[in-house]
């Protein structure tokens, strides 16, 4: 079998971290691929060199979507056709012409409502018209691939011609260097102002994100003479950070936010936390909850979408729209040191399942089986 992998619209972020591991853990013998190639435009130097992997460069001019709408469908298929026996479509947004393909459920937003109106005009209609292209595309593959099952669940309770599709649901691994043995959980007293107790929050400034909630529920502990610092990590929404920037600055006496990290950067700041918040209401696989999990930290979580489906018994929960419920939440794992330990283990023994290795197994067993019973008799 050969099989093509259309990543085209993968350039950054989860999208690439996720296809590196796919292709650094296949074993092409287990699933008898003789190659694989690889369609990109100017990411393609992300991707493992091997010898079963066939890199091959699109020519466009400019790759805007309505460009690759148009190189997938006219071009590609002809090329899949000519050349391969099934295409893998990642990025989950993808039109072929008569061409069997397995496509990937990565994104949420389009799928939630309530989560697009958090936006503006302009991106509330982005969103409508990739739920409209993404309907689509599922509609027409020859498989799905889920990474949770809650979005399994949720998209395709919602559309019959996308519940009639073979799926399956593998969830992202986490990269070793995250993991760390969980710490002992010292008493908020053993804390001050020159040694805060470190709250970290990892994730791109957004308007589904909710950082400017923590912030308020982080000033009030503060005002309440605790010596907490929250730690704000990832890049940004330029609208979302300039509603924020006030708030920043108002709060810069305990809040600091460092922007985009690299990976190595990263890690270096799960190691410094002393507790992790993840706030968000809006996501497929959080990755970076896996993260911080494999990193030993005792978890404050959003109850929203699939967290507690990924962190389970192993974390306390809040509603990360309400400033109360994050303060109450903040404010009883700081003052219980034997409950953030207990919840640390936890989560770190639960992170050791999410390997890239099984994923990459789960993913291509999926190919494989979709490949052999509603493609191979076909072609």
Same mark, same amino acid.
Not at 159 to 170: E, G, I, L, M, W
Not at 221 to 237: C, R, S, W, Y
Not at 282 to 301: D, K, Q, R, T, Y
């Given at each position: 079998?050969?099989?093509?992998?259309?990543?085209?619209?993968?350039?950054?972020?989860?999208?690439?971290?996720?296809?590196?591991?796919?292709?650094?853990?296949?074993?092409?013998?287990?699933?008898?691929?003789?190659?694989?190639?690889?369609?990109?435009?100017?990411?393609?130097?992300?991707?493992?060199?091997?010898?079963?992997?066939?890199?091959?460069?699109?020519?466009?001019?400019?790759?805007?979507?309505?460009?690759?709408?148009?190189?997938?469908?006219?071009?590609?298929?002809?090329?899949?056709?000519?050349?391969?026996?099934?295409?893998?479509?990642?990025?989950?947004?993808?039109?072929?012409?008569?061409?069997?393909?397995?496509?990937?459920?990565?994104?949420?937003?389009?799928?939630?409502?309530?989560?697009?109106?958090?936006?503006?005009?302009?991106?509330?209609?982005?969103?409508?018209?990739?739920?409209?292209?993404?309907?689509?595309?599922?509609?027409?593959?020859?498989?799905?691939?889920?990474?949770?099952?809650?979005?399994?669940?949720?998209?395709?309770?919602?559309?019959?011609?996308?519940?009639?599709?073979?799926?399956?649901?593998?969830?992202?691994?986490?990269?070793?260097?995250?993991?760390?043995?969980?710490?002992?959980?010292?008493?908020?007293?053993?804390?001050?102002?020159?040694?805060?107790?470190?709250?970290?929050?990892?994730? &791109?400034?957004?308007? !589904?994100?909710?950082?400017? /909630? %923590? @912030?308020?529920?982080? +000033?009030?502990?503060? =005002?309440?003479?605790?010596?907490?610092?929250?730690?704000?990590?990832?890049?940004?929404?330029?609208?979302?950070?300039?509603?924020?920037?006030?708030?920043?600055?108002?709060?810069?006496?305990?809040?600091?936010?460092?922007?985009?990290?690299?990976?190595?950067?990263?890690?270096?700041?799960?190691?410094?936390?002393?507790?992790?918040?993840?706030?968000?209401?809006?996501?497929?696989?959080?990755?970076?909850?896996?993260?911080?999990?494999?990193?030993?930290?005792?978890?404050?979580?959003?109850?929203?979408?699939?967290?507690?489906?990924?962190?389970?018994?192993?974390?306390?929960?809040?509603?990360?729209?309400? &400033?109360?419920?994050? !303060?109450?939440?903040?404010? /009883? %794992? @700081?003052?219980?040191? +034997?409950?953030?330990? =207990?919840?640390?283990?936890?989560?770190?023994?639960?992170?050791?399942?999410?390997?890239?290795?099984?994923?990459?197994?789960?993913?291509?067993?999926?190919?494989?089986?979709?490949?052999?019973?509603?493609?191979?008799?076909?072609?």
């Amino acid at each position: 079998m050969i099989v093509g992998i259309d990543a085209t619209n993968i350039r950054a972020g989860g999208g690439v971290t996720h296809l590196k591991e796919l292709l650094a853990h296949l074993n092409p013998e287990k699933h008898q691929i003789k190659k694989i190639i690889l369609w990109g435009g100017r990411n393609l130097e992300l991707f493992p060199e091997n010898k079963w992997i066939e890199k091959r460069r699109i020519k466009l001019k400019k790759e805007w979507f309505i460009c690759l709408i148009y190189w997938r469908y006219f071009v590609l298929s002809k090329k899949v056709k000519n050349d391969c026996q099934i295409l893998f479509n990642p990025g989950g947004s993808g039109l072929y012409d008569k061409v069997p393909y397995i496509t990937m459920s990565q994104n949420m937003l389009p799928f939630e409502e309530k989560e697009r109106k958090r936006f503006p005009l302009f991106q509330q209609l982005r969103y409508i018209l990739l739920l409209l292209f993404q309907k689509l595309s599922f509609s027409r593959a020859s498989g799905i691939l889920f990474i949770s099952n809650y979005a399994a669940k949720s998209i395709r309770s919602r559309y019959r011609s996308v519940a009639k599709k073979p799926f399956t649901v593998a969830y992202h691994g986490v990269n070793s260097r995250f993991k760390c043995e969980p710490r002992v959980q010292m008493p908020i007293a053993e804390y001050n102002d020159k040694k805060p107790f470190r709250i970290l929050y990892v994730s &791109i400034i957004n308007y !589904y994100k909710h950082q400017d /909630k %923590l @912030i308020e529920a982080v +000033k009030i502990l503060k =005002e309440n003479g605790m010596p907490i610092e929250l730690h704000l990590v990832g890049g940004a929404n330029k609208s979302e950070l300039a509603n924020l920037s006030n708030q920043l600055k108002k709060s810069e006496h305990f809040v600091k936010y460092w922007g985009y990290q690299n990976y190595e950067n990263i890690q270096q700041h799960y190691q410094k936390a002393n507790m992790f918040v993840f706030s968000s209401t809006c996501e497929n696989m959080p990755s970076i909850l896996v993260e911080a999990m494999s990193a030993g930290l005792p978890i404050l979580s959003s109850h929203y979408g699939p967290m507690p489906e990924i962190l389970k018994d192993a974390g306390d929960y809040m509603d990360p729209t309400n &400033i109360d419920s994050i !303060y109450n939440g903040l404010k /009883k %794992l @700081i003052l219980c040191p +034997k409950r953030r330990e =207990e919840i640390a283990k936890k989560a770190n023994m639960y992170s050791q399942s999410y390997l890239w290795g099984k994923t990459a197994n789960e993913t291509f067993d999926f190919i494989q089986k979709v490949y052999n019973e509603e493609v191979k008799n076909v072609i």
